[in-house]
C-alpha cells in the first residue's frame, strides 16, 4: 500500500514563509516525478511546482521566486519552501507523487495540507 503525507501547512500572515514536506512510502516504484498542486476555495487545483528525479523544477508563474521545490530521493521526500507568502496563495495544498515507467506510469495523491495566509 501507497501513502502519501504532507505536513507543515498552517496559518500566517502576508509576507511570512511556510515549508511544505510530503513524505512517500510503500510500494512505489522508480519515483520520476513529483510535485505539489493547490486548491482554492471555488476554483480548480492548480500545478504550483514540479520536480523531476534529476532536479530539474518548474514553477507556475505567480509563484516563480518566492517559492522553492526541493527533493531528497533517499527519503522519497519532497518539499515546497514558500516565501513572502500572500493572502492569494491560501489553498489546500496537494502532494503528487508519480513513479513507474512510461506506459506504467502510477499516480498518487496526499490528503492535502492547509495553508491560509492572512493579510
Known amino acids: 500500500q501507497v501513502q502519501v503525507v504532507e505536513s507543515g501547512g498552517g496559518l500566517v500572515q502576508a509576507g511570512g514563509s511556510l515549508r511544505l514536506s510530503c513524505v512517500a512510502s510503500?510500494?512505489?516504484?522508480?519515483?520520476?516525478?513529483m510535485g505539489w498542486y493547490r486548491q482554492a476555495p471555488g476554483k480548480q487545483r492548480e500545478l504550483v511546482a514540479t520536480i523531476t528525479s534529476d532536479g530539474i523544477t518548474n514553477y507556475i508563474d505567480s509563484v516563480k521566486g518566492r517559492f522553492t521545490i526541493s527533493r531528497d530521493n533517499t527519503k522519497n521526500t519532497v518539499y515546497l519552501q514558500g516565501n513572502s507568502l500572500k493572502p492569494e496563495d491560501t489553498a489546500v495544498y496537494y502532494c503528487y507523487v508519480r513513479g513507474g515507467s512510461i506506459g506504467y506510469y502510477r499516480h498518487y495523491w496526499g490528503q492535502g495540507t492547509q495553508v491560509t495566509v492572512s493579510s
Open positions: 510503500g510500494s512505489i516504484f522508480s519515483i520520476n516525478f
